[in-house]
């Protein structure tokens, strides 16, 4: 077996295939027989090929099923199933281009494992440019779900059954939400050491103890033995070349990391922070400021302002701790309370 850039994670990749999910243990029957072909969904996928086809398990409101694409590429070779999900909230658009930039450059020759890549999760939010599904409910509080629930319940129920339980790693794709912008990073429960690894392996530059909250799916992954990140990157609606790029070589770092393929590099040490705040407004108006995502903030230093448009009353915002700004609002109308700034704490 080639030895990767990143061989001290070795070990991740064997406690990944003591997990025992699903075909991804699959082994050849002989010195030199490829792996047996890769079950999904009712699809079976041939080693050393790659196939497109569609989850259907979730109709809208006129009965007319809404068609998930699932993108699998299966491996010459036996190794990991790693899951690649994006378009979890419709808004949020650089990790479907991360997804489908994966699935487009990698080889079945040259891979080891299984690559599924689940690029537009929620495409009736994709489809009608909002967040959420079609029940006005967020798929990503959902998780692991119920088939006796509401619509969003009973398409994550599906998904996690028949294709994240399925899969020995997952690296979910994220931006920020509602007119903010992230700086990119990755984000999950640090204190279970696959995850670090996988953190760690990916190359962002920021890492955050975030376990998610409840319903999210890389919670419920890791809560069923699938170890799990999350790549935050950018604002929604948009698809920004920079954060895309970044993404693609982060998936490709792990991808190598878990002995999969030769595509990626030696990631450099991150910065983890293992708190984090949100500064909030404290009256409503317009919201200003010169700050940028990246910013080194220290305890006191002004941040910007809201204005109130009629009365001119203006709110400082001041930093209440100091720390690295990991994400943040852009300038618009905000209400009280409204988060401004995001601020990762104890950065190393």
């Known amino acids: 077996m080639r030895t990767s850039p990143a061989s001290p994670l070795l070990p991740l990749l064997a406690a990944l295939f003591a997990l025992g999910a699903g075909p991804a243990a699959d082994t050849a029957t002989g010195a030199d027989a490829p792996p047996a072909a890769h079950e999904l969904l009712g699809r079976a996928t041939p080693a050393g090929t790659k196939q497109t086809f569609f989850f259907r398990r979730a109709v809208d409101y006129v009965g007319v099923s809404v068609d998930t694409p699932v993108l699998v590429v299966h491996g010459s070779r036996p190794g990991p199933t790693l899951c690649l999900t994006a378009g979890i909230h419709g808004d949020e658009l650089n990790g479907i281009e991360i997804a489908r930039r994966i699935y487009a450059h990698t080889r079945p020759e040259a891979l080891a494992g299984v690559l599924v890549a689940l690029p537009m999760i929620n495409m009736y939010g994709i489809r009608s440019g909002t967040r959420y599904l079609s029940d006005r409910r967020d798929l990503n509080r959902f998780f692991p779900g119920s088939p006796d629930g509401s619509v969003a319940a009973i398409m994550a129920a599906a998904l996690f059954k028949e294709v994240i339980l399925r899969c020995n790693a997952l690296v979910d794709l994220h ?96 910065r983890l922070f293992r708190r984090s705040t949100w500064l909030r407004a404290g009256s409503g108006g317009i919201f200003m400021t010169k700050v940028r995502p990246g910013a080194r903030i220290e305890e006191g230093a002004m941040l910007g302002t809201v204005t109130d448009p009629i009365t001119e009353a203006r709110e400082e915002i001041r930093a209440s701790v100091s720390g690295v700004l990991i994400g943040m609002a852009v300038p618009q109308f905000v209400l009280p309370g409204y988060a401004l700034f995001h601020v990762g704490i104890d950065g190393k």
């Open 175 to 270: 931006t920020a939400s509602f007119h903010r912008s992230n700086l990119p990073q990755i984000r999950g429960d640090l204190g279970h050491e696959q995850v670090l690894r996988l953190a760690r392996s990916f190359g962002a530059d920021i890492v955050l103890q975030d376990a998610g909250p409840k319903g999210s799916l890389r919670r419920a992954a890791l809560d069923a033995g699938v170890p799990a990140i999350i790549y935050e990157a950018g604002g929604p609606f948009e698809f920004e070349e920079d954060e895309i790029a970044r993404g693609v070589q982060g998936v490709h770092n792990v991808m190598t990391a878990l002995e999969m393929s030769a595509d990626g590099k030696q990631a450099a040490e991150p």
